[in-house]
């Protein structure tokens, strides 16, 4: 487990556990814009975040917390806090916004510019890399050495990046790569042969792997027992072994428990009534699932699903229109550039 993951969980646990979504997301968030507000990202709709994301949040109900999600800017925990019909917004509300955009718009323009200067003039050798960065004006920070998966001094987890690094031989460089806080170079610096970490410094954290594996074998094999009577004497079998038998409720593959990741639903959904699973991992253990009833969307699912599908194409009709008026604008405005807010792409996920 990486270091940014076993992070990601220990905050989802801490918010499962009934703390406060934005006390954690303040306390642990690697993104400084939006950890500062608690974690929120405003109201955004379809197209404006990376797939991983918007699909996961697409996902939730409001008020419902995601498991942990992954997408190239790392590990996100997502509270999904309400939901409103797309529709247009008047000129007023957004004309900040769209000023903004353009100034990012005409930001990333020109950092796109510099990163392809600076990959030719690599390209071509004529200095080396730090000589070539020192000629741009670009600051060169030295990480250390970094085991695969840890996260990158100053950036955070990047696995794009980690990945990157891990393919090149000593002495190469990377292409440009995107970062939350603008486009990176990377330079292999020297490769050291893994060495064990003194117990001292690891003992606490190989402890509690330990207790959790183990913790976690056993759980799957009570699983496994209560399992093993099939469908019929699944209950008799957990009052055997007290073990606590919870009704779900009815679900759809949206409404689903917080807990069950995308393989946990596909399994349930794959199956029939009176059916038993089981063992099945999730973010809070290990489940033995009985399937009471197996029916058919109802109208208000299929309602919600249209309506749905209605207010995304609207929002992505309305992302278009968007557009269009930011390309106009953009050859008509005059724009006033914050070299610190240019340096930065925007905010993409709470974590």
Known sequence: MTAA????????????????????????????????????????????????????????????????????????????????????????????????????SKGQELLSKKADEMTVKLGQQSSSFEGVAHEMGLTVKDTGFIAQGDPIPDLGPMPQLGEELFRLKKDEHSNPIPSPRGIVFAKLVDVQTPTAAPFDSVKDRVKTDLTRSRTLERAKAAAADLTAGGAEGFKAAADKKKVEVKSTGEFTRGTAPAEFDDAVKTAIFAHKANDLLGPLETTGGVVVVKIIKRGPATAEEIARVKAGARSQLLSRKREEAYGALLQRLQHAATIEMNPDASSRRPRRASR
Do not use: C, N
Request: net charge negative; proline share 5%; glycine share 12%.
């Open 5 to 104: 993951r076993a992070k990601a969980e220990a905050a989802l646990a801490r918010v499962k556990g009934g703390e406060d979504f934005a006390k954690v997301a303040r306390e642990t968030s690697e993104d400084p814009g939006s950890a500062q507000d608690g974690g929120d990202l405003g109201w955004f709709g379809a197209g404006r975040m990376v797939p991983e994301f918007e699909k996961a949040t697409q996902a939730l109900s409001d008020g419902q917390v995601s498991d942990i999600i992954r997408s190239p800017f790392g590990f996100h925990i997502i509270k999904k806090t309400g939901t409103r019909p797309a529709g247009i917004t008047p000129f007023d509300e957004v004309k900040d916004q769209i000023r903004q955009q353009l100034s990012f």
